[in-house]
């Protein structure tokens, strides 16, 4: 407890245009090498780049959406440095005057408490092409379709303690960025991935440790993990009578660990300036206002209103927002349903969550659909079934048998509320359990499970548990 931690994050997010930010090569992933860079993305002499209007709009989204200062003007500017996938020798991207900046999030800590995260800018700016190493040797192969893909480099203040508050500002992030539709937040393909600047003090001082910058880390797991990796290790270096030096680290999952890539630029070492080919971005207050009329629901509010509309927890509203695919689900199993929204949340979350995870898709890919779900909690409500057996007839929904109704009538499933019924059976389990019946009525209360049991287990599980209760409790006692 005698350090602490200080670390920023670099957060990369690929906006989803159609189109490159200076040229009309389309950015879909996957194609074929070299299949999607054309004369301006290669930086070819006599070519000029020409600002897509959808980023600028994308970027001031953001702005918006995180308490930020969409700039009236901002200035693109060439960073220069060489390397192997970057062809023109330099990068178009922002620097002094960016489109947005002054901005803030708000996390939630594990204890409850919301912590607030200031964002110190976010910039436009074109992706790099990537180089390639497998299946080569002795050399690098290099693929400029990524060359030229518009980013929104988003960078926080060093506000951050731990790489759990990492975590919880990057998945905020992520959420925030799918919410807006700017960016479809796929780590796997790289649209999505994170820089981690970190550091370390003794407790209570003000004043900075040297950082050192963790790049290109594509996952929630792995940023924390390389965070605490790296903070043990400043830990080590400096109560060892060593110095930390400034550079940039990679982290290698395999080893988990990070490593030395090279000593860390400043900002002189790319020279920037503003780039001769590009006029300033100059955005009047009629854009700003079309594109403010045109957010949508964001996560904290839609959180607020399902707490307040449908009586959830501050929990069960949080997981349910944290992504706009499972908000709309939900939203539209309660309204089809017409259900209690605590009975909707928890399956939404339960058993619908575990299956999806089971099977590795996402809640837009799920067999069972809005309606469908609803169908079966709408048997749940009239007791047509229990929520024991809804369990077997969401397994069968799942695997393509059908509606819940008919899954319902094909297995035989409803359940039986008929008193009479009901009160047969338990007379019979009684009957045949007379020694338990009279250890009950002599006070060992916890056997009363046991004849629940044993009349469920008559039933074949179709008994209305509400009515199992009641009835047995009566026939026991007299």
Known sequence: MEWEAVIGLEIHAQLATKSKIFSGASTAYGAAPNSQACAVDLGLPGVLP???EEVVRMAAKFGL????????????????????DLPKGYQISQYELPIVHTGYLDIELD???????????????????????????GVTGIDLNRAGTPLLEIVSEPDLRSAKEAVAYMKKLHSLVRYLEI?????????????????????????FGTRAEIKNINSFRFVERAINFEIERQ??????????????????????????????????????????????VELDEAFIEAVRNSLPELPDAKKSRFMEQYGLSAYDAGVLTASREMADY????????QVDGKLAANWVMGELSAALNKD??????????????????????????????????????????????????????????????????????????????EQYRSGKDK????????????????????????????????
């Open 330 to 337: 939900y939203e539209a199993v309660v309204a089809a349903a």
């Open 447 to 478: 056997l009363f499970g046991f004849f629940v049991g044993q009349v469920m287990k008559a039933s074949k599980g179709k008994a209305n548990p509400g009515e199992v209760n009641k009835l047995l409790k009566q026939l026991l006692n007299e």
């Open 235 to 280: 830990i080590e270096v400096l109560e060892s009578g060593g110095a930390v030096v400034q550079e940039t680290r990679l982290y290698d999952a395999s080893k988990d660990e990070t490593r030395s890539m090279r000593t860390k630029e400043e900002a002189n070492d790319y020279r920037y300036f503003p780039d001769p080919d590009l006029l300033p």
């Open 111 to 137: 204890d409850g408490e919301t912590k607030r995260i200031g964002i110190t800018r976010a910039h436009l700016e074109e992706d790099a092409g990537k180089s390639l190493h497998e299946g080569f040797h």
């Open 50 to 52: 020409v600002l897509n």
């Open 360 to 437: 590795g898709i996402e809640i837009e890919d799920s067999p069972i659909d809005a309606g469908g779900l609803a169908g079966l909690l709408a048997r749940i409500h009239d007791n047509t079934i229990s929520g024991k057996i809804a369990k077997t007839v969401f397994e069968a929904m799942w695997a393509g048998e059908g509606d819940a109704d008919a899954v319902i009538e094909a297995k035989g499933l409803k359940q039986i509320t008929d008193t009479g019924a009901i009160e047969q059976m338990i007379r019979e389990v009684i009957a045949a359990n007379p020694e338990q019946a």
């Open 65 to 84: 959406a995180t308490h930020s200062t969409v700039a009236p003007r901002s200035v693109f500017a060439r960073k220069n440095y060489f390397y192997p």
């Open 183 to 207: 960016c479809d937040g796929n780590m796997q393909e790289g649209s999505f991935r994170c820089d981690a600047n970190v550091s370390i003090r003794r407790r209570g001082e003000h004043r």
